[in-house]
Nanobody, 119 residues
Framework: QVQLVESGGGLVQPGGSLSLSCVAS????????MGWYRQAPGKQRELVAT???????NLADSAKGRFTISRDNAKNTVYLQMNSLKPEDTAVYYC?????????????WGQGTQVTVSS
């Protein structure tokens, strides 16, 4: 069984920074894309950033210039460094990954971590 576990959320003032981490564990053969999504109250879940196994990244326009996504393939971990945070970044942030197990390729989701940007 595969699990994704996020950490690093919390409360931060506008202009501040937070770093999120997500570790994948279980019967993993390999991991393709990994990414971060977020969902604010009353809104749909949206893409924040993704990163391929070769390191190529894709960031939402709202994240460009402020957020950085990275990964450590040896640790099955993806990171999201968030700088210059704004109140509109407040949301539950979810980690996602396309993971090969012994049986198939599936998209897995973490349980989410709350990020609140407020003074």
């Amino acid at each position: 069984q595969v699990q994704l576990v996020e950490s690093g959320g919390g409360l931060v003032q506008p202009g501040g920074s937070l770093s999120l981490s997500c570790v994948a564990s279980g019967s993993i053969f390999s991991i393709n894309n990994m990414g971060w999504y977020r969902q604010a109250p009353g809104k749909q879940r949206e893409l924040v950033a993704t990163i391929r196994a070769d390191g190529e990244t894709n960031l939402a326009d709202s994240a460009k210039g402020r957020f950085t996504i990275s990964r450590d393939n040896a640790k099955n971990t993806v990171y999201l460094q968030m700088n210059s945070l704004k109140p509109e970044d407040t949301a539950v942030y979810y980690c996602a990954a396309d993971i090969y197990t012994d049986y198939d390729l599936r998209l897995y989701w973490g349980q989410g971590t709350q990020v609140t940007v407020s003074s």
